[in-house]
């Protein structure tokens, strides 16, 4: 059985390695169960009489014959809800797992020159290389934070010049609506004083 494990995409629950959020348990194909329901009694059981031996041996066994396939549909169907329950669990665990993958590399700046509680040379190839690797994180994660930060300036002046040309451009349109306004008003008043001129 383990073998034949090894050669499918579930290998990694046999393995000694740690289990990634990336490992996905093969998809259990599900069955069509129609639905469990109570028969009303044929016309073949109606017309069935009692007088044969073997009439009763007949009606006995397809009795028998419908209660054993009514039990295996019950069987198969308390499984396929078995495993949708559990595919939904294990996809729960991998978020959670995933979660702690991200916030892992997060933490990654505290490197451990001697996590083991080893001693170590300093001047060893080894602390070297972790030292390098350190540094080379530590310039990039500057990198990354100076980058962010000019962006967010960018933004903030972008959003500062875009709130001045919008308050401009209300203060135009107020102005132009008092214009318009105080039009209003002398086109009324010429309308009047045509209206009096007429009359006189």
Not at 147 to 173: G, P
Request: with cysteine; charged share 35%.
């Amino acid at each position: 059985v383990f073998t034949r494990l090894e050669e499918t995409s579930a290998r990694f629950l046999i393995s000694s390695s740690p289990i990634k959020s990336s490992s996905r348990l093969p998809t259990m194909p599900l069955a069509i169960i129609s639905p469990i329901k109570c028969a009303p009694k044929s016309r073949l059981h109606c017309n069935m009489s009692s007088k044969s031996t073997r009439e009763k041996k007949l009606k006995e066994t397809v009795k028998n014959l419908t209660k054993q396939v009514t039990m295996l549909k019950e069987h198969v169907s308390a499984l396929q809800a078995t495993v949708i329950l559990q595919g939904r669990y294990c996809d729960r665990v991998r978020r959670h797992l995933e979660t702690q993958e991200k916030k892992g590399c997060q933490d990654s700046d505290n490197i451990k020159l001697n996590g083991d509680g080893m001693l170590r040379l300093l001047t060893s190839d080894e602390v070297f290389e972790k030292v390098l690797q350190y540094q080379e994180h530590q310039q990039a994660k500057a990198a990354e934070k100076e980058t962010r930060k000019a962006a967010q300036e960018a933004r903030t002046q972008e959003m500062t010049a875009w709130i001045q040309e919008d308050e401009a451009r209300k203060n135009r349109n107020k102005a132009k609506t008092e214009q318009w306004k105080v039009a209003i008003k002398e086109w009324e008043a010429e309308q009047v004083l045509a209206k009096q001129e007429k009359r006189k």
